[in-house]
């Protein structure tokens, strides 16, 4: 079973951003399987990275279609994509070191903030773009 489940409240109601989210979704889903299973450790790394790589991709996409049509919360969203990027890499530091594991508090965390980022943050953009025409 997964942790998250996509539904129609995670959606944005712009075609491209809602699948965007939904690959998000699906990259921590395969994180707790792994963890489930007994194989954190040997995928963590793997999934960390495309988590990674996938979310600056989606925060460039996103990022793009605000500057193109003047959305007014551009500074203040980026912003936030800067300190999830920033603690993502933090995370990724430290397995590297070895300083940490990977735990449900690090799953959690990326869960939560995605939940979050997408109910309270992306919802807000939602209205305005599709006053712009974008779908």
Known sequence: MPIIEWNDD?????KEIDNQHRQLIDQINA???AMKQGKGKEVVGSIIVKLAEYTQRHFMSEE???????????TRHTREHNAF????????????LG??????????????????HIQIVDKKYGPFMSAKGVV
Not at 10 to 14: D, K, L, N
Not at 64 to 74: N, S, W
């Open 10 to 14: 995670y959606s944005v109601q712009i």
């Open 31 to 33: 994180l707790h399987d």
């Open 64 to 74: 793009q279609l605000f500057l193109k049509h003047g959305y007014p919360e551009t």
């Open 85 to 96: 990027i920033e603690k993502v890499a933090g995370f990724q530091n430290d397995l590297k």
């Open 99 to 116: 300083r940490i594991l990977l735990s449900m508090e690090v799953l959690n965390f990326l869960k939560d903030w995605l939940i979050k």
